[in-house]
């Protein structure tokens, strides 16, 4: 049974930081390209942020560009969400999400690429 377990959400004030983390029950981590996504109140579902195989390429949504810093640690299966100068709207539900990918290098920022998903953590950034 594979598993996403996202934490680390909360209220935070603008300008604050937060970081998510993910732990992934995944058979071996390090074959996954993983990615976080969020769904702001009544919106969809949005690409943030995504990391390759080995840590070594990140893409980011133009939204958090410089804000945001995905990382991964694969010993420990986990993957992070560092979130620094929030803004109110960066208040959703962040979810985690892991790509079985055989090319290490390779990112993806479509959802629908995505073979597993956390249930997801909320963020709420207050003004």
Known sequence: QVQLVESGGGLAQAGGSLRLSCAASLRVFSMYIMGW????????REFVATISRS?????????VKGRFTISRDNAKNTVYLQMNTLKPEDTAVYYCAADFRIDSSTTTYLKEDYDYWGQGTQVTVSS
């Open 37 to 44: 996504f969020r769904q702001p109140p009544g919106k969809e």
């Open 55 to 63: 840590g070594s390429d990140t893409v980011y949504a133009d939204s």
